[in-house]
C-alpha cells in the first residue's frame, strides 16, 4: 500500500500520491457550459478525500453550438471571462487540500451526437461512417477548415485554462469521441492528409498537442488519454496503440491515460465503463503494454477499487499512477481510507454503471445518495431530540436507513429474519455469475455497524406486529422488501415448477433441462447460472427476443447477451406462456400456433411484488413511520438506499 502514496510527478506538476480521480461526466454545469457552485462541490469533495490529482470531466474549448464542438447541456465549456473565473474558484477548491487539477479538454462528440438540445446541428466525424446504434444517422464529414478552427480552439482554451491556475490539461481522445474517431482505421475514412495510415489519422491529434503547447507552453503538464485496444473488429488493437504512444511521447505528451473500448459499437462500448462482468483490473494489461512502449508516465483505469490489486498494479511496475472514477463517486473518502489503513470502512463500487446510464440527469450513485449533491446535502447531523428507531428489514435501505439514523443519534434497531445482512434478495443476487461485487455492499454496512454503538442488529429475528406494539418505537422504517409474482397459469403449482429465487437459494433442484419465463434481468441471470453448470436452458420472453434484459444497463446487457449466446441458450419470443405441463411449457405464437418448449423443469421469472403486510398494522400503532424500497414498490437497489437515506436524514 506504501507505493500509492509515495509522491508522484507528471512534468513540472509534483503530486502528493499516485491515485488520481479519473474523468467522469457530471452534467452538473450550466445551459451554457458555466461551473456551478454545485459542480465545484462536487470536486471539493473529491480533492478533500484525499486524491493527488483530479482529471475534471470533458470541458468544451467553447461553447458554440454552431461548430463541431459541442456536447449536451450541462457540459462546461471554457467560455467568457466570467467563467475562467469559476475555473479558478474550482482550482482554488482542490487546491485546498493539496491536491492538483487537470481539465480534460475535448473536442467534441463528434459521431456520437448527444446534441438533442440542439436539433438543427448534425452530427459529424472524420467520415460518414454511422455508428453500429444508430445506423441510419450519418454523420457529416467536417472540412479542413473546421479541422483547423477545432484545433486553434484548443490552443485558445488552453491559454485561458493556464491563467485560472490549471495545473495540467488531459487531451480527451477515448471513448469513441471526436479525436478518437479520427485515430481509429475503422471509423476514420478520408483520403486527406487527416486519415489513411496512421500519420494521417494522427495528425488531428498531433496538432492539436502542439496548438496546446504553444499557447500553454512546452512545459505545461499534458496528458493524453486514449484507448490502447478498442475491442472492436477492424478497430486499434495494443501493437498500433505503442507506435501511437511512442509518437505521443516525441511530440511532448507528459503522461498517457490508460482506456479502453470505444462507443457507438455494441461490443466496443460496453468497454468504456467497465462493467461488473469484466474482471477487476480491466485495463491493465494496456498499461503494461503501454510502459514499455514509453518512458513518460503511465496512468490506468479500470476497477481498481480493491486497495491490494490498485497497490500491486504499482508494485509490479504495470502503471505510475491509479485513477479512480466510479470508486471516488461511490466514497470519495476512499483514498484517505486507505492512507489510514482502513480499507474496510470504504463504501466500494459494485460497478452497476447507474452513474453513466442516467438518460441524461446529473452525476449520481446508487450506494451514495451525496453524490453530485454535495451542495444541497451533508453527512447526517444530530438531530434535536432522540428517538427510538425500528428498521425492519436489513436489505440495502434498511441497512441505510439504521446507519444514518444511528449518525442522527437515535438509538436504533434493525431487524432481519434471516441470518445475514443484506437479506435474503441481496444474497440470492450475489449467485449468478459475476456478481459477488454486491458483497462490497454487505461488507460496507458491516463496518458500519461495528463502529456505530447505537444500532443493534437483530438477525434471524423477525418483526411483526406484536413484536412493534411491545418495543413502542418512535419511529418504523418498513424495508420488508418484495416477492415473487407467481404467474396464473395452469400447472404453476406442479413439483417442475419453482422461482427463480428458489434456484438460486439453493432450494430447488433443476434437471439437466430448463425453460425460464421471463427475460428480464431476473431471468436472464438465472437462466446464465444454470447454463454455467452445465444445462440446457430456454427463455421465453412476452416480448421479441432482441429485448431481452431490456431492464439491465446497456453497459452489462451486452455482455450479460453474449455469455448467454456463448453457453447456447436459447430465447425464444414473443411467446405466450399457456400451461407448465410435466414435459415443459405449452407457447403460443402471434399466430395462436402452439408449441410444446420441453425442459425437466420450469423456473418462474415473472417479476416481483411488495411485501405490504405490515404496513397497515404498523400504521395503527405507530404516527411515524415510511415504507422504503421494494416494500414499497420493485425498484432498484438505489431506490431503496436513496429512500433509507432521505427518511431517516430528516427523522
Known amino acids: ?75 462546461p465549456a471554457v467560455g467568457s471571462a466570467g467563467n475562467i473565473r469559476l475555473f479558478t474558484e474550482l482550482a482554488e477548491a482542490v487546491h485546498d487540500y493539496g491536491a492538483k487539477i487537470a481539465i480534460q479538454l475535448t473536442c467534441g462528440n463528434g459521431r456520437l451526437g448527444g446534441l438533442e438540445d ?88 498531433l496538432e492539436s498537442i502542439q496548438a496546446i503547447k504553444a499557447a500553454a507552453g512546452n512545459d505545461f503538464p499534458l496528458i493524453f ?69 514509453v518512458k513518460i508516465p503511465v496512468i490506468t483505469a479500470g476497477r481498481l477499487g480493491d486497495c491490494s490489486m490498485a497497490s500491486r498494479v504499482l508494485e509490479d511496475g504495470n502503471a505510475d499512477f491509479i485513477s479512480l472514477g466510479r470508486p471516488v463517486l461511490c466514497d470519495p473518502d476512499l483514498p484517505r481510507k486507505w492512507a489510514t489503513g482502513h480499507p474496510e470502512e470504504v463504501r466500494r463500487c459494485i460497478s452497476c454503471n447507474v452513474c453513466q446510464t442516467r438518460g441524461g440527469g446529473y452525476i449520481h450513485c446508487a450506494l451514495n445518495p451525496l453524490a453530485g449533491r454535495e451542495l444541497a446535502y451533508h453527512e447526517p447531523q444530530k438531530a434535536e431530540r432522540k428517538k427510538k428507531v425500528m428498521v425492519i428489514g436489513a436489505g440495502p435501505g434498511g441497512m441505510e436507513a439504521a446507519r444514518v439514523a444511528a449518525l442522527r443519534g437515535h438509538d436504533v434497531v434493525l431487524y432481519e429474519k434471516t441470518k445475514q445482512l443484506g437479506g435474503g434478495q441481496l444474497k440470492i443476487a450475489m449467485v449468478p455469475p459475476h456478481k459477488d461485487d454486491l458483497q462490497n455492499i454487505i461488507d460496507y454496512y458491516d463496518a458500519q455497524f461495528k463502529k456505530l454503538k447505537n444500532v443493534t442488529v437483530r438477525l434471524g429475528a423477525e418483526a411483526n406486529a406484536d413484536l412493534v406494539k411491545k418495543e413502542k418505537p418512535d419511529a418504523v ?54 447454463a454455467q453448470q452445465g444445462k440446457a436452458v430456454t427463455i421465453l420472453s412476452r416480448r421479441d427476443a432482441s429485448q431481452s434484459a431490456i431492464d439491465v ?50 423456473v418462474l421469472a415473472r417479476g416481483r411484488k411488495p411485501l405490504t403486510g405490515l404496513v397497515s398494522e404498523i400504521a395503527k400503532m405507530v404516527d411515524e413511520y415510511t415504507v422504503i424500497g421494494d416494500a414499497k414498490e420493485t425498484r432498484s437497489i438505489k431506490d431503496a438506499i436513496w429512500e433509507g437515506f432521505r427518511y431517516c436524514n430528516e427523522l
Open 477 to 530: 422504517v418498513i424495508a420488508v422488501g418484495n416477492e415473487p409474482i407467481i404467474p396464473d397459469l395452469p400447472g404453476v403449482t406442479g413439483r417442475n415448477a419453482v422461482t427463480a429465487e428458489a434456484v438460486l437459494a439453493g432450494e430447488a433442484k433443476v434437471g439437466s433441462s430448463a425453460v425460464v419465463i421471463g427475460a428480464g434481468m431476473v431471468g436472464c441471470e438465472t437462466a446464465n447460472y444454470l
Open 225 to 293: 488519454r486514449y484507448a490502447i485496444d478498442e475491442f472492436v473488429e477492424g478497430g486499434r488493437g495494443i501493437a498500433e496503440s505503442q507506435e501511437v504512444a511512442r509518437r505521443l511521447e516525441a511530440a511532448g505528451v507528459h503522461a498517457i491515460d490508460i482506456s479502453g473500448g470505444a462507443g457507438g459499437f455494441r461490443i466496443g462500448s460496453s468497454w468504456v465503463f467497465p462493467p461488473s462482468y469484466l474482471p477487476e483490473g480491466t485495463y491493465v494489461h494496456l498499461a503494461e503494454a503501454i510502459k514499455k512502449a
Open 1 to 75: 500500500m506504501e507505493k500509492l502514496f509515495e509522491p508522484g510527478k507528471i512534468a513540472r506538476m509534483e503530486l502528493k500520491n499516485r491515485l488520481c480521480m479519473a474523468p467522469m461526466g457530471t452534467s452538473l454545469a450550466g445551459p451554457q457550459g458555466e461551473i456551478s457552485q454545485r459542480m465545484i462541490e462536487y470536486y471539493r469533495a473529491r480533492a478533500r478525500g484525499g486524491v493527488g490529482l483530479v482529471i475534471t470531466e470533458i470541458v468544451m474549448p467553447e461553447f458554440n453550438p454552431a461548430r463541431a464542438l459541442m456536447f449536451g447541456t450541462g457540459t
Open 118 to 205: 440542439y436539433p438543427e446541428v448534425q452530427a459529424v466525424s472524420p467520415s460518414p461512417v454511422p455508428t453500429e446504434l444508430a445506423p441510419n444517422r450519418i454523420p457529416r464529414e467536417l472540412t479542413v477548415s473546421e479541422i483547423e478552427y477545432i484545433v486553434a480552439a484548443q490552443g485558445k482554451a488552453a491559454a485561458k485554462l493556464k491563467r485560472a491556475n490549471i495545473d495540467a490539461i488531459e487531451i480527451h481522445a477515448h471513448g469513441g469521441y471526436l479525436m478518437a474517431q479520427f485515430m481509429s482505421p475503422i471509423v476514420n475514412k478520408r483520403t486527406d492528409k487527416y486519415g489513411g495510415d496512421l500519420d494521417g489519422r494522427l495528425r488531428f491529434p
Open 553 to 602: 444497463p446497456v453497459h452489462h446487457r451486452t455482455h450479460l447477451l453474449r455469455m448467454l449466446a456463448e453457453k447456447s441458450v436459447k430465447i425464444i419470443g414473443p411467446r405466450t406462456v399457456v400451461e407448465i405441463t410435466n414435459q415443459g411449457v405449452v407457447t403460443e405464437d402471434a399466430q395462436k400456433k402452439r408449441e410444446v418448449v420441453p425442459a425437466d423443469t420450469v
